[in-house]
């Protein structure tokens, strides 16, 4: 999914709870990039195409509104297929 990082004040009243279809997706991790003070990382699995037990991404999770849904977690990235969040200005 794409947000323009003015959604960012909307992450912390909502969880996103819909795919890019429309469709409603369950709990579960969604690689965002972002760190839990809302900073941009460099931890993002080489640009989202690594999955690399050596490799870092920050993470979120979908049934979380505020910091929760973009940044709850920094995990490796060999931890198997997750949604990818992206944010631009």
Not at 46 to 56: G, K, M, N, P, R
Not at 67 to 75: D, F, H, I, Q, Y
């Amino acid at each position: 999914m794409l947000f323009s990082l003015g959604w960012t004040l909307m992450l912390t009243l909502a969880a996103i709870l819909v795919d890019e279809m429309g469709e409603m997706v369950g709990p579960a991790v969604v690689w965002t990039g972002f760190h839990p003070n809302q900073d941009p990382q460099l931890d993002h699995c080489l640009a989202w195409t690594s999955e690399s037990i050596d490799e870092f991404g920050f993470s979120g999770f979908t049934q979380n509104a505020g910091v929760l849904a973009t940044s709850g977690t920094r995990g490796r990235c060999n931890t198997g297929s997750q949604r990818v969040y992206c944010f631009e200005d």
